[in-house]
């Protein structure tokens, strides 16, 4: 900093602190806040499905990792909305999945019937909680060398824009809600229908290794992100949307069944969809 003959920032040098002062507090304002503050609220929300666990009440805890999820997909919106994305959101992020899709749904199983399995209902939880760790480690890993790689990959895209199609379409396994829904999918079926056999700690454990199974495969997922509803579609998704919204409130275990049903029914089409798509691509390049 260039000082004056008494000693004080010369005016210029004044102007340049206070402009990067600003754009510090510009950098901390409300708005640019709110990314971060959903996915906290996403990582109480996750958390608390533990406590409701505790008291025995499982439908809560249900209830609770749902709306962690609702919150974990707004967040990463909003902040690409107020152009508020940074290193640490999406550090933080990773984090709150880890915590509310790994943690909380492994507990809240475990408590209500792995425990009757001892020491193996424990070993599932852990397996599927590791897994879970596993699934977001690749997931930051793969994001991270795609970013290394993006100049030389826009180089390739130019040629290729399947591969574009195919990069926006599709998961590496399921992701962190997905495989979470799946692990509670028989506890909705119980609140939904009042079955209690499907709570065996025998069936539980296989649903816990299935889902824990599909994280971590290398089995190609709808990625519903970069769904763009056709303009004649407009009005008819704004009729599925108030229908949705009428279940919510009159049978929302029925439909948290019917959409984890679906999302199990779609993925043997992405498989297929993604190998045509493989298939376009390497006619592309020969």
Request: net charge positive; proline share 5%.
């Amino acid at each position: 900093m260039t000082l004056n003959k008494a000693g004080e920032a010369t005016p210029k040098e004044q102007k340049k602190v206070g402009a990067a002062t600003a754009a510090k507090l510009q950098e901390l304002s409300f708005v640019r806040m709110i990314p971060n503050l959903a996915t906290v609220a996403a990582l109480c929300t996750g958390l608390s499905s533990i406590r409701f666990a505790m008291l025995g009440r499982f439908e809560w805890a249900v209830v609770a990792i749902l709306i962690a999820a609702f919150l974990d997909g707004i967040d990463g919106r909003i902040a690409r909305l107020l152009k508020a994305t940074s290193d640490f959101g999406a550090e933080l992020d990773s984090l709150s999945d880890f915590i509310c899709f790994g943690v909380g749904p492994a507990v809240v199983i475990y408590m209500l019937t792995l425990k009757d399995l001892n020491g193996f209902g424990w070993g599932v939880s852990l397996f599927y909680s590791v897994c879970m760790g596993l699934r977001l480690a690749r997931f930051n890993a793969m994001t991270i060398q795609q970013q290394r790689e993006k100049v030389a990959e826009d180089e390739t895209l130019k040629q290729s824009p399947i591969i574009t199609a195919g990069k926006n379409k599709f998961f590496v396994g399921t992701p962190a809600p997905a495989a979470a829904f799946i692990a509670l999918f028989p506890l909705m079926i119980h609140l939904a229908f009042d079955i209690d056999w499907i709570l065996n700690p025998i069936v539980y454990a296989f649903f816990m290794i299935l889902s824990a199974s599909l994280m971590v495969s290398r089995i190609p997922t709808y990625s519903f992100k970069s769904l763009k509803i056709p303009r004649s579609w407009v009005l008819p998704s704004l009729v599925i949307a108030a229908l949705f919204m009428a279940m919510i409130i009159s049978a929302p275990w029925l439909l948290a069944c019917a959409v984890v049903t679906a999302y199990l029914i779609t993925i043997p089409f992405s498989i297929r969809d993604f190998r045509k798509l493989k298939a376009l691509e390497t006619a592309a390049h020969t």
